[in-house]
C-alpha cells in the first residue's frame, strides 16, 4: 500500500532562517506531488504541484521554491522566512489524471518568530 | 482559476439530527468533487468523492449530491454523532494533474 512521509512534524524557526521540509512517497511510481499551506482556522492553499521529476507548476507567488529530485520525493524551501510564512504544510499525492483524489501526509507547523 | 464557495461556517446540529453542507464551483471544466474531514491538528482525510457523470453517491450515513447544471454539491450526514464534529472541506478539479481548489471548511458541531 502507498504511504507518504512528512518531516519535520513541528518546526520553529526565526525570521530570516532558511527552510527545508521534505516529502517522500512509498508504493506507488510517478505520483502527482502537491505542497498545501493551511493558516490557523483557514482553507488550504495549494503552493505547488508536480507531475514528474523536476517539473514544478507554482499557484502562488511568493518566496517559497520546491523541487523534486526524486520521482518520490517533494521539498519545500525558503531562503528567507517570513513572519506570514507560519502555518500548517501539507503534503500529498494522488496518480493519474483527473478523478482520483489526494492523499495527504501529517503535516509540518511551522511557526516562524 | 476555480473558486469554490462553501457555506455555512459553522454548523451545530444536535446529535442523532442530520448535517447539510453546500458548495459552488465556478469553473464547467471541473469534474471531481471530493470532501474531506480534518479534526484539530490533523490532516484532512477523505470521507467520500463523486464525479461529474454521477448526481449522487452515499456510503453508510454520508451522501453527496452534484448538480452540474447549476455547479452545486452537497454534503449530507444523517444520524449524526459527536465523532462527526470536526471541520469539512469540499473541494473541486478539472482534469489532469492539476490540485485540488478547496472550500474554505465548514466547522461543524454536534451537540450532545
Known amino acids: 500500500s502507498q504511504t507518504i512521509h512528512q518531516w519535520p512534524a513541528t518546526l520553529v524557526q526565526p525570521v530570516g532562517s532558511p527552510l527545508s521540509l521534505e516529502c517522500t512517497v512509498e508504493?506507488?511510481?510517478?505520483?502527482?506531488l502537491y505542497w498545501y499551506r493551511q493558516a490557523a482556522g483557514r482553507g488550504l492553499q495549494l503552493l505547488f504541484y508536480s507531475v514528474g521529476i523536476g517539473q514544478i507548476s507554482s499557484e502562488v507567488p511568493q518566496n517559497l521554491s520546491a523541487s523534486r529530485p526524486q520521482d518520490r520525493q517533494f521539498i519545500l524551501s525558503s531562503k528567507k522566512l517570513l513572519l506570514s510564512d507560519s502555518g500548517f504544510y501539507l503534503c500529498?499525492?494522488?496518480?493519474?489524471?483527473?478523478?482520483?483524489?489526494?492523499?495527504f501526509g501529517n503535516g509540518t507547523r511551522l511557526t516562524v518568530t | 482559476g476555480e473558486n469554490v464557495e462553501q457555506h455555512p461556517s459553522t454548523l451545530s446540529v444536535q446529535e442523532g439530527d442530520s448535517a447539510v453542507i453546500k458548495c459552488t464551483y465556478s469553473d464547467s471544466a471541473s469534474n471531481y468533487f471530493p470532501w474531506y474531514k480534518q479534526e484539530l491538528g490533523k490532516r484532512p482525510q477523505l470521507i467520500i468523492d463523486?464525479?461529474?457523470?454521477?448526481g449522487e453517491k452515499k456510503d453508510q450515513r454520508i451522501a453527496v449530491t452534484l448538480n452540474k447544471t447549476a455547479k452545486h454539491f452537497s454534503l449530507h450526514i444523517t444520524e449524526t454523532q459527536p465523532e462527526d464534529s470536526a471541520v469539512y472541506f469540499c473541494?473541486?478539479?478539472?482534469?489532469?494533474?492539476?490540485?485540488?481548489?478547496f472550500g474554505k471548511g465548514t466547522h461543524l458541531i454536534i451537540q450532545p
Open positions: 508504493g506507488t511510481s510517478n505520483p502527482n
Open positions: 473541494a473541486a478539479r478539472r482534469g489532469g494533474a492539476d490540485g485540488l481548489t
Open positions: 463523486i464525479r461529474s457523470n454521477v
Open positions: 500529498a499525492w494522488s496518480v493519474g489524471t483527473g478523478g482520483s483524489p489526494l492523499h
